[in-house]
């Protein structure tokens, strides 16, 4: 069965520090997708990044940098230099090979302090 | 290009009752998905609708049905409310081909049950 853990509940970084969110995961599937989604007060999921299973080159998008690990079914999730505005809920999901459901964690809520 | 739009933006019900929300994919999109996301929770899955069919469906008990239209759009129905319900409503939107593309999420439903 899929599942998606993230360990961390709560994280509160000083504004331009470095923050990493945990993600874990558990599927029997070969084929598989790993998102990252931001989820604001306003209540919006929204799409930040997609990983699939067999393309495990991390990458930087701006701010954002993930890694990606089968060895170890982790795809955590790196903002640099944190923003006031980085200010959210963030939830890692996972989607089977067919694609037609998402598994989300529990959520991390990011609290970047001025 | 307007994005997934759904309605109503909060509702309160009493337990037994009936409810009905909608959804606009957005443009482009064929595919609509539905989540209840419980207080400090993750959305979890409820059903998935492509072509007018339920193409996959969650744990979710009978009393949550859905419908999709010709243009895309989507109904959820909750019969019989419980307290339990009371949640956030999310639907998703998303194109059928192409395996695992993000879904775009609306604002949400809040429903609250009393």
């Known amino acids: 069965a899929q599942k998606v853990t993230q360990a961390q509940t709560e994280i509160s970084v000083v504004e331009k520090e470095d923050v990493t969110l945990d993600c874990v995961y558990e599927t029997r599937d070969t084929t598989y997708y790993l998102f990252w989604y931001k989820q604001p007060p306003s209540g919006e999921l929204v799409f930040l990044i997609r990983r699939n299973s067999f393309d495990e080159q991390n990458e930087i998008s701006g701010r954002y940098s993930w890694n990606f690990q089968k060895s170890t079914s982790s795809f955590n999730f790196t903002i640099t230099a944190s923003q006031v505005v980085d200010s959210a809920v963030y939830f890692c999901a996972l989607s089977e090979s067919t694609g037609n459901q998402f598994y989300f964690g529990t959520g991390t809520s990011l609290t970047v302090i001025p | 290009d307007a994005g997934v739009t759904q309605s109503p933006t909060h509702l309160i019900k009493t337990r037994g009752q009936q409810v009905t929300l909608r959804c606009s994919p957005k443009s482009g999109h064929d595919t609509v998905s539905w989540y209840q996301q419980a207080l400090g929770q993750g959305p979890q899955f409820i059903f998935q609708?492509?072509?007018?069919?339920?193409?996959q469906r969650g744990n979710f008990p009978d009393r949550f049905s859905g419908h999709q239209f010709p243009n895309y759009s989507s109904e959820l129905n909750v019969n019989a409310l419980l307290l339990g319900d009371s949640a956030l409503y999310l639907c998703a939107s998303s194109y059928h081909r192409g395996a695992n593309q993000p879904q775009h999420f609306g604002d949400g439903t809040r429903l609250s049950i009393l």
């Open positions: 609708y492509y072509e007018e069919e339920e193409r």
